[in-house]
């Protein structure tokens, strides 16, 4: 394996023994497929409890008082409190970016205090010795509530006469900015044509298969707790942890093992979660809360709730001039906390029409506070949306001009030499390359075959649709996103690695697993610069006594930042074993390499393997001269310093039938070509396109969370909120086209999160595109089949 | 006639080993599993039927272990994940689903194996629409499918070589 | 999502099970299949003090042909109705509604009889035994009576069961020869509850048995298709989560073009 070119700063991963590029099986897999995990709930501890949580069932009411003697006499009843007394060991939080200029939300409990606000905001703790028994007291509780006015209509919530949430706020209110580049107006009026059109997003939810769990473990003995937890992001629940319970945040540990599925659901601060730490150290006793699926679809965070107008200009060719959006949102009643929920609007004013080439671009967004659930970051943050209004416009305004939805990408999309460049917006790009993966696609769909049989259908009363979607996506942020607000959240990552006494190397990363594949493309990217078989290679991940300060997984940022990380710890690791080499082989260090776990003289297989070496570092240090030290443990952090977002690209297509009698659309099939920079392992990253695109499938067909007019959610099951399963759904073509990001050695970007906000805009498109020649068109997600029917005037 | 009860006496084989507890009535079969037996393989989803995260096999039968209380399964041969892979009765599914990374985070991983041996025995040549509609009750969040529809697929075709 | 305490009984005989729910009248129910009652309890939107487990009564299981019948024991597991060979020569109806029927795992332990005895709008068996124009059988503490499918039916979870009887058994008269039926139905995923269903059996009449569009199972009967489509109108289905009423009845007239053409 050829090293680290000093003077060009670049690894050759195209060598032979090198792991990056390949598609590699993940060794924990296979205690996985064993049913040898470990999540949170199968975890047991001495002295456990359990906590169930009395939840309000209106969405806005004063609690008058809280009865629970009777409750609290009932088999196994530890103790029951309620939201006063949680906020007398917890510190209120506030979800607060202060760079999101003017954001506001006042400080939160983790039970509700006084007032209620959602329906499902819990209300009272419940600890017994087993869940059961705890949600048979629960049910003995009674509590007194007064119903007050909620307010629920977004579009509504400014307005004066709407029920305010917050006394202490003029309205409902929680965070209004507006982007302009100043000549909108004058482009429009001049335009040849505008398109205008309202599109709705339907508020829906991550319906992870895990639901949240945690078990809080406090030992008073020491003052120190233990959190096992099923989030993405350890060390910044250590912080939340320590701060809001004021204990030592060194004496507070975090522990996340496997992980059932995230998707940002579980990255949040909740109030069932951090009661459950409370009541830990109040009770000086393990407490353990596992959500279930009821009080998952009423507390996990939900998020895309949407209305968002939309105007393009283009000229009589078809090149877009001008792009307007007006954003509405409603949240929860609260930002959350630490994120906030004003990212995902900032994340639609930041990227709509990111791809494209038009100059002028107006953005204005409104996050209201209501009487729902809270809304907050789930996987592709806004991406969804923005990606579908600006691709919906894009080819509302093709049809208009008889453009081929094709051409008229080919003819708006930002040029591949064109780098680098910035948006309208302000999005600063590294280099991407839209027309490369549009001409992929392309190809990979045999778009022209999939026209001419699509006319040849229409004639039989067929109608299919072909909808394109191209895209940008935020992955490996800097500072920028959270720790420039004053989040505590890290963006920068670290890798401690070490050469262990047997001669295997372990890997300690701040960034973290949840099924996507972390562990083994750290692995991979150690093993590769270092110079040795995978199989000699542990990663350790979320442990915050275990792995360096890190950020955890999010915003697609494993691969990026935290593969630089383990990346610049191996070839650091690797100059300094080739030092002890040196020593002992008698030679210079640039005589020597690392090939297949051995410190071989350049181009020889002569030399000892690292085994040997370790040996004498660990136990024969007398064979070392006096002066020298081996260090066989080396850290490294990484940052992105030139760029807030390192943007990947690319593009998706769907090809769908919709049966125009009943509405129902079925999924032919899907395309996606991504450019995620260097690719570590292919079959991974697939796999993350192919996953996230059936979340998105999700929110422009099947999911929605249903509320009625009185902020009650109507279908908090399985069987009536609808999520993808497996008979509806396509199968998916994948394809990469690699530009390495230069702000890292390892030229890797994220692609986590792609997959999910191309997905409803071409769906959306495709369905739009089956339905044209009957004059009809859909601009509402999920596209249920009365949603098409309606716009085919067959249902009123 | 005995007067109904609230802790109930059992005896049942899990993964070919007698068992003998006494449980509350209301136990599923699934906490039983996890809780009194310790066997955390078999994961609680949604506890009312649809997911199919708990799915283990009664009596050579896929069951949800949700739905079932305990009680119910006294007398009965339960297999669980666990008990299947000691056996090695699902190694090539399993060999199979870390191939084509038919998992990612694992959760319904357990439900998908004892579901797609149930598939493989009662349509032996599955085409891929047929295991699909099979796997109807399972949901997976992380996958989207294709790779687990291709894990089986290949089992399929390995069993069907062999057979020949 | 813990099921409330409850006490349990395991009666081996029709009559035990009789005497339970004799003694413990509205605190008592009958625990069949489980799937559709169980998470009802894991909602905690059921709470029977009591829970009497009928599953190891042998009696109550099997499909009989008799020379005039098909009898299917309450107990028969949708699975054994799938697999069966009498079923699908006997009663090709029923054969056709079991794939739609959930999921595998859920048609291993669910039952026949109860599911006729939930009685859910969007549920297929029902349906089918209206179309077949069975009757059930149903044992009480003054013995068996009968109930012919048409008056089984009553309403949303409603039937014509008394407090304290037991749904033992369902005869379908055997098919005449010549006769013919054709099922489908509109669901958004496989196996999910019908947003419109139909069970038709062409015979003397033509009989379709519409589900999903009310609070129970309506028969259309005509002598032919065009008589059975001419009526589709007079449906009145209610909205549901997934639909208004204005799509169900669109989608039960499309249905109900595409299903029974086959019976033309």
Same mark, same amino acid.
């Given at each position: 394996?050829?090293?680290?070119?000093?003077?060009?700063?670049?690894?050759?991963?195209?060598?032979?023994?090198s792991?990056?590029?390949?598609?590699?099986?993940?060794?924990?897999?296979?205690?996985?497929?064993?049913?040898?995990g470990?999540?949170?709930?199968?975890?047991?501890?001495?002295?456990?409890?359990?906590?169930?949580?009395l939840?309000?069932?209106h969405a806005?009411?004063?609690?008058?008082?809280?009865?629970?003697?009777?409750?609290?006499?009932?088999?196994?009843v530890v103790?029951?409190?309620?939201?006063?007394e949680?906020?007398?060991?917890?510190?209120?939080?506030?979800?607060?970016?202060?760079?999101?200029?003017?954001?506001?939300s006042?400080?939160?409990?983790?039970?509700?205090?006084?007032?209620?606000?959602?329906q499902?905001?819990p209300?009272?703790?419940?600890?017994?010795?087993?869940?059961?028994?705890?949600?048979?007291?629960?049910?003995?509780?009674e509590?007194?509530?007064?119903?007050?006015?909620?307010a629920?209509?977004?579009?509504?919530?400014?307005?004066?006469s709407?029920?305010k949430?917050?006394?202490?706020?003029d !309205?409902?209110l929680?965070?209004?900015?507006?982007?302009?580049?100043?000549?909108?107006?004058a482009?429009?009026?001049?335009?040849?044509?505008?398109?205008?059109?309202?599109?709705h997003?339907?508020?829906?939810?991550?319906v992870?298969?895990?639901?949240?769990?945690?078990?809080?473990?406090?030992?008073r003995?020491d003052?120190?707790?233990?959190?096992?937890?099923?989030?993405? !992001?350890?060390?910044?629940?250590q912080?939340?942890?320590?701060?809001? %319970?004021?204990?030592?945040?060194?004496?507070v540990?975090?522990?996340?093992?496997?992980?059932?599925?995230?998707f940002?659901?579980?990255?949040?601060?909740?109030?069932?979660?951090?009661?459950?730490?409370?009541?830990?150290?109040?009770?000086?006793?393990?407490?353990?809360?596992?959500?279930?699926?009821?009080?998952?679809?009423?507390?996990?965070?939900?998020?895309?709730?949407?209305?968002?107008?939309?105007?393009?200009?283009?000229?009589?060719e078809?090149?877009?001039?001008?792009?307007?959006?007006?954003?509405?949102t409603?949240?929860?009643?609260?930002?959350?906390?630490?994120?906030?929920?004003?990212?995902?609007?900032?994340?639609?004013?930041?990227?709509?029409g990111?791809?494209?080439?038009h100059?002028?671009?107006?953005?204005?967004?409104?996050?209201?506070?209501?009487?729902?659930?809270?809304?907050?970051?789930?996987?592709?943050?806004?991406?969804p949306?923005a990606?579908?209004?600006?691709e919906?416009?894009?080819?509302?305004?093709?049809?208009?001009?008889?453009?081929d939805?094709?051409?008229?990408r080919?003819?708006?999309l930002?040029?591949d030499?064109?780098?680098?460049?910035k948006?309208p917006s302000?999005?600063?790009?590294?280099?991407?390359?839209?027309?490369?993966?549009?001409?992929?696609?392309?190809?990979?769909?045999d778009?022209?075959q999939?026209?001419?049989?699509?006319?040849?259908l229409?004639n039989?009363?067929v109608?299919?649709?072909?909808?394109l979607?191209?895209?940008?996506?935020?992955?490996?942020?800097?500072?920028?996103?959270?720790?420039?607000?004053?989040?505590?959240i890290?963006?920068?990552?670290?890798?401690?690695?070490?050469?262990?006494?047997?001669?295997?190397?372990?890997?300690?990363?701040?960034?973290?697993?949840?099924?996507?594949?972390?562990e083994?493309?750290?692995?991979?990217i150690?093993?590769?610069?270092?110079?040795?078989?995978?199989?000699?290679?542990?990663?350790l991940?979320?442990?915050?006594?275990?792995?360096?300060?890190?950020?955890?997984?999010?915003?697609?940022?494993?691969?990026g930042?935290?593969?630089?990380?383990?990346?610049?710890?191996s070839l650091?690791?690797?100059?300094n074993?080739?030092?002890?080499?040196?020593?002992? %082989?008698?030679?210079?260090?640039?005589?020597?390499d690392?090939?297949?776990?051995k410190v071989?003289?350049?181009g020889?297989?002569?030399?000892?393997?690292?085994?040997?070496?370790?040996?004498?570092?660990?136990?024969?240090?007398?064979?070392?001269?006096?002066?020298?030290?081996?260090?066989?443990?080396?850290?490294?952090?990484y940052?992105?310093?030139?760029?807030?977002?390192?943007?990947?690209?690319?593009a998706?297509?769907?090809?769908?039938e919709?049966?125009t009698?009943?509405?129902?659309?079925?999924?032919?099939?899907?395309?996606?070509v991504d450019?995620?920079?260097r690719?570590i392992?292919?079959?991974?990253?697939?796999e993350?396109?192919?996953g996230?695109?059936?979340?998105?499938?999700?929110?422009?067909?099947?999911?929605?969370?249903?509320?009625?007019?009185?902020?009650?959610?109507?279908?908090?099951?399985m069987?009536?909120?609808?999520v993808?399963?497996?008979?509806?759904?396509?199968?998916?073509?994948?394809?990469?086209?690699?530009?390495?990001?230069?702000?890292?050695v390892?030229?890797?970007?994220?692609?986590?999160?792609?997959?999910?906000?191309?997905?409803?805009g071409a769906i959306?498109?495709?369905?739009n595109d089956?339905?044209?020649?009957?004059?009809?068109?859909?601009?509402?997600q999920?596209?249920?089949?009365?949603?098409?029917l309606?716009?085919?005037?067959?249902?009123? | 006639?005995n007067?109904?009860?609230?802790t109930?006496?059992?005896e049942?084989?899990v993964?070919?080993?007698?068992?003998?507890?006494s449980?509350?009535?209301?136990?599923s079969?699934?906490?039983?599993?996890?809780?009194?037996?310790e066997l955390?393989?078999?994961?609680?989803?949604?506890?009312?039927?649809?997911?199919?995260?708990?799915?283990?096999?009664?009596d050579?039968?896929i069951?949800?272990?949700?739905?079932?209380?305990?009680?119910q399964?006294d007398?009965c041969?339960?297999?669980?994940v666990?008990?299947?892979?000691?056996?090695?009765?699902?190694?090539?599914?399993?060999?199979?689903f870390?191939?084509?990374?038919?998992?990612q985070?694992?959760?319904c991983?357990?439900?998908?194996?004892?579901?797609?041996?149930?598939?493989?025995?009662?349509?032996?040549?599955?085409?891929?629409?047929?295991?699909?509609?099979?796997?109807?009750?399972?949901?997976?969040?992380?996958?989207?499918?294709?790779?687990?529809?291709?894990?089986?697929?290949?089992?399929a075709?390995?069993?069907?070589?062999?057979?020949r | 999502?813990?099921?409330?305490?409850?006490?349990y009984?395991?009666?081996? !005989?029709?009559?035990?099970?009789?005497?339970?729910?004799?003694?413990?009248?509205?605190?008592?129910?009958?625990?069949?299949?489980?799937?559709?009652?169980?998470p009802?309890?894991n909602?905690?939107?059921?709470?029977?003090?009591?829970?009497?487990?009928?599953?190891?009564?042998?009696?109550?299981?099997?499909?009989?042909?008799?020379?005039?019948?098909?009898?299917?024991?309450?107990?028969?597991?949708?699975?054994?109705?799938?697999?069966?060979?009498d079923?699908?020569?006997?009663l090709?109806?029923?054969?056709?509604?079991m794939p739609?029927?959930a999921?595998?795992?859920?048609r291993?332990?669910?039952?026949?009889?109860?599911?006729c005895?939930?009685a859910?709008?969007?549920?297929?068996?029902?349906?089918?035994?209206?179309?077949?124009?069975?009757?059930?059988?149903?044992?009480?503490k003054?013995?068996e009576?009968?109930?012919?499918?048409?008056?089984?039916?009553?309403?949303?979870?409603?039937?014509a069961?008394?407090?304290?009887?037991?749904?033992?058994?369902?005869e379908?008269?055997?098919p005449?020869?010549g006769s013919k039926?054709?099922?489908?139905?509109?669901?958004?995923?496989?196996?999910?509850?019908a947003?419109?269903?139909?069970?038709?059996?062409?015979?003397?009449?033509?009989?379709?048995?519409?589900?999903?569009?009310?609070d129970?199972?309506?028969?259309i009967?005509?002598?032919?298709?065009e008589?059975?489509?001419?009526?589709?109108?007079?449906?009145?289905?209610?909205?549901?989560?997934?639909a208004?009423?204005?799509?169900?009845?669109?989608?039960?007239?499309?249905?109900?073009?595409?299903?029974?053409?086959?019976?033309a």
């Amino acid at each position: 394996m050829s090293g680290f070119d000093e003077t060009t700063k670049t690894l050759n991963f195209d060598a032979p023994n090198s792991y990056v590029g390949r598609s590699v099986t993940r060794p924990n897999a296979r205690r996985l497929a064993q049913g040898r995990g470990q999540f949170v709930d199968d975890i047991v501890l001495p002295r456990m409890v359990h906590v169930a949580y009395l939840r309000s069932p209106h969405a806005h009411a004063r609690i008058v008082a809280v009865k629970s003697k009777k409750a609290a006499a009932m088999p196994g009843v530890v103790r029951i409190v309620t939201g006063a007394e949680i906020a007398m060991v917890v510190k209120p939080y506030v979800g607060v970016l202060t760079h999101l200029q003017g954001m506001r939300s006042p400080p939160q409990y983790p039970l509700a205090v006084d007032v209620a606000r959602w329906q499902g905001e819990p209300v009272v703790a419940v600890v017994a010795e087993s869940r059961a028994q705890a949600e048979d007291a629960a049910e003995a509780v009674e509590v007194d509530y007064e119903e007050l006015p909620a307010a629920l209509d977004a579009e509504r919530a400014l307005d004066p006469s709407e029920p305010k949430i917050h006394k202490e706020f003029d !309205s409902n209110l929680c965070f209004t900015r507006t982007v302009d580049t100043g000549n909108v107006d004058a482009v429009m009026r001049a335009a040849h044509l505008v398109v205008e059109d309202t599109i709705h997003f339907g508020r829906h939810t991550g319906v992870t298969m895990e639901p949240r769990a945690i078990l809080a473990d406090y030992n008073r003995a020491d003052e120190s707790m233990t959190v096992y937890h099923c989030g993405q !992001s350890p060390h910044m629940v250590q912080g939340i942890v320590a701060s809001r %319970l004021s204990l030592d945040e060194h004496r507070v540990r975090i522990v996340a093992r496997d992980v059932g599925g995230s998707f940002g659901i579980k990255i949040h601060t909740y109030g069932d979660e951090i009661a459950a730490c409370a009541l830990s150290l109040m009770l000086n006793r393990p407490v353990k809360f596992t959500a279930d699926r009821y009080e998952s679809f009423l507390s996990d965070i939900h998020a895309r709730d949407h209305r968002v107008r939309a105007k393009l200009a283009v000229d009589r060719e078809g090149n877009m001039l001008a792009l307007e959006i007006d954003d509405l949102t409603g949240v929860g009643p609260y930002s959350m906390f630490p994120r906030s929920s004003g990212v995902e609007c900032n994340q639609i004013l930041n990227l709509t029409g990111g791809p494209y080439k038009h100059k002028e671009y107006r953005a204005k967004g409104t996050v209201v506070f209501q009487n729902k659930n809270m809304m907050c970051q789930y996987r592709a943050v806004g991406h969804p949306i923005a990606i579908a209004v600006a691709e919906h416009m894009v080819e509302q305004a093709a049809a208009k001009l008889g453009i081929d939805a094709a051409e008229m990408r080919k003819k708006n999309l930002i040029p591949d030499d064109a780098y680098p460049c910035k948006s309208p917006s302000g999005m600063r790009f590294e280099a991407l390359s839209h027309h490369a993966c549009i001409d992929k696609l392309l190809g990979l769909m045999d778009y022209d075959q999939l026209r001419r049989e699509q006319a040849e259908l229409r004639n039989k009363g067929v109608y299919r649709g072909i909808g394109l979607s191209s895209f940008i996506e935020v992955t490996n942020p800097s500072p920028m996103f959270y720790g420039v607000g004053g989040a505590r959240i890290a963006a920068q990552d670290g890798c401690t690695i070490k050469l262990d006494a047997n001669g295997s190397i372990i890997a300690a990363t701040g960034v973290t697993e949840q099924g996507q594949g972390t562990e083994t493309i750290m692995a991979q990217i150690a093993a590769t610069a270092l110079g040795v078989e995978m199989s000699c290679v542990k990663v350790l991940t979320g442990d915050t006594d275990k792995v360096p300060y890190g950020g955890g997984t999010w915003a697609s940022r494993a691969a990026g930042i935290g593969g630089e990380a383990v990346l610049q710890a191996s070839l650091a690791l690797k100059r300094n074993i080739l030092e002890v080499g040196a020593v002992i %082989l008698k030679t210079s260090a640039a005589e020597l390499d690392i090939a297949d776990g051995k410190v071989v003289k350049k181009g020889t297989e002569q030399g000892l393997t690292l085994a040997e070496l370790a040996r004498i570092c660990y136990y024969r240090g007398n064979e070392l001269p006096v002066d020298f030290q081996p260090e066989l443990v080396v850290t490294r952090h990484y940052r992105v310093k030139d760029y807030a977002f390192v943007f990947s690209n690319g593009a998706q297509g769907c090809h769908l039938e919709v049966d125009t009698e009943t509405g129902f659309v079925r999924l032919l099939k899907m395309w996606c070509v991504d450019d995620c920079g260097r690719v570590i392992n292919p079959k991974l990253v697939d796999e993350q396109a192919r996953g996230g695109i059936v979340q998105g499938i999700g929110g422009a067909l099947y999911e929605h969370c249903l509320y009625d007019d009185r902020g009650q959610l109507l279908n908090a099951t399985m069987a009536d909120y609808l999520v993808p399963m497996a008979a509806e759904m396509p199968d998916i073509v994948c394809a990469h086209v690699q530009t390495p990001t230069k702000t890292s050695v390892l030229g890797a970007k994220g692609a986590g999160e792609a997959g999910t906000g191309g997905a409803p805009g071409a769906i959306m498109n495709a369905v739009n595109d089956a339905l044209r020649p009957l004059g009809a068109k859909v601009t509402q997600q999920p596209i249920t089949p009365e949603v098409v029917l309606r716009a085919l005037g067959k249902v009123k | 006639m005995n007067a109904p009860v609230e802790t109930v006496e059992i005896e049942l084989t899990v993964n070919g080993e007698r068992v003998k507890r006494s449980v509350p009535a209301r136990m599923s079969l699934a906490d039983f599993l996890r809780t009194e037996l310790e066997l955390t393989g078999t994961h609680l989803g949604c506890e009312h039927g649809v997911c199919g995260a708990c799915t283990v096999r009664v009596d050579g039968e896929i069951v949800r272990g949700c739905l079932m209380f305990a009680v119910q399964a006294d007398g009965c041969k339960v297999d669980t994940v666990e008990g299947l892979s000691e056996s090695r009765e699902i190694e090539e599914l399993q060999s199979a689903f870390v191939l084509t990374n038919a998992l990612q985070c694992g959760f319904c991983t357990p439900g998908i194996l004892i579901a797609a041996q149930s598939l493989l025995r009662d349509i032996p040549n599955p085409s891929r629409e047929q295991i699909r509609e099979y796997l109807s009750g399972n949901y997976c969040r992380c996958t989207g499918y294709q790779a687990i529809v291709d894990a089986i697929e290949a089992v399929a075709k390995a069993r069907a070589g062999r057979a020949r | 999502m813990k099921a409330p305490r409850f006490a349990y009984a395991r009666p081996a !005989s029709v009559a035990e099970t009789l005497a339970l729910l004799d003694r413990h009248k509205d605190d008592a129910r009958v625990l069949a299949g489980g799937q559709s009652l169980v998470p009802m309890l894991n909602f905690r939107v059921a709470a029977p003090r009591v829970l009497v487990d009928i599953n190891r009564i042998a009696a109550l299981s099997g499909i009989r042909v008799t020379k005039t019948h098909v009898r299917i024991g309450a107990l028969t597991r949708h699975v054994e109705l799938e697999r069966s060979p009498d079923v699908a020569k006997h009663l090709p109806l029923v054969a056709a509604a079991m794939p739609h029927i959930a999921h595998p795992a859920i048609r291993n332990r669910g039952t026949f009889g109860g599911s006729c005895a939930l009685a859910d709008p969007a549920a297929e068996l029902p349906a089918c035994a209206l179309a077949l124009e069975a009757t059930f059988v149903i044992a009480g503490k003054k013995g068996e009576r009968r109930v012919a499918a048409e008056d089984f039916f009553k309403g949303l979870y409603a039937t014509a069961l008394k407090p304290g009887e037991l749904l033992v058994a369902a005869e379908f008269p055997l098919p005449k020869p010549g006769s013919k039926s054709a099922f489908g139905e509109l669901a958004r995923r496989q196996g999910d509850y019908a947003m419109v269903g139909i069970a038709a059996h062409r015979s003397t009449k033509l009989r379709a048995a519409f589900f999903g569009v009310g609070d129970r199972p309506e028969v259309i009967e005509a002598d032919t298709v065009e008589g059975v489509l001419s009526k589709v109108e007079t449906l009145a289905p209610r909205a549901d989560l997934h639909a208004s009423a204005a799509m169900k009845l669109h989608l039960a007239k499309v249905l109900a073009g595409r299903v029974l053409k086959e019976l033309a």
